[in-house]
């Protein structure tokens, strides 16, 4: 789908329905470089319920290469996606709330 085409409800419902299937929230991004401790870079699901660790790891991989050690990259690309977690279901909410503002509207005049 083009990024300037407008969202439909299918589209909205679809993403809504991956939100809703993906493992609770909040995800919190525990970034190497950020914290500067070593390890690997991962993404806590849920640390306040969890009754045991339960993280997602991603690699990065530059051709055939892993990446090893900090990256700023993939510590950006682990807050994107730790983010989205909160992030998605906000905007799909805000984007009906703006659309039934405007049907109201648009109903008013």
Request: charged residues 30%.
């Amino acid at each position: 789908m083009p990024m300037d085409e407008a969202l439909s409800e299918t589209d909205l419902d679809a993403m809504a329905k991956r939100a809703a299937s993906a493992s609770l929230g909040p995800w919190v991004p525990v970034l190497e470089t950020r914290g500067a401790t070593g390890g690997a870079s991962c993404i806590q699901v849920d640390p306040d319920h969890a009754e045991q660790d339960d993280e997602i790891y991603v690699n990065r991989f530059i051709g055939a290469r892993q990446v090893l050690g900090p990256d700023r990259q993939l510590d950006a690309d682990l807050d994107f996606i730790a983010w989205a977690r909160q992030d998605v279901p906000r905007l799909i909410a805000e984007v009906r709330r703006l659309r039934a503002l405007l049907m109201e509207k648009d109903s008013r005049d």
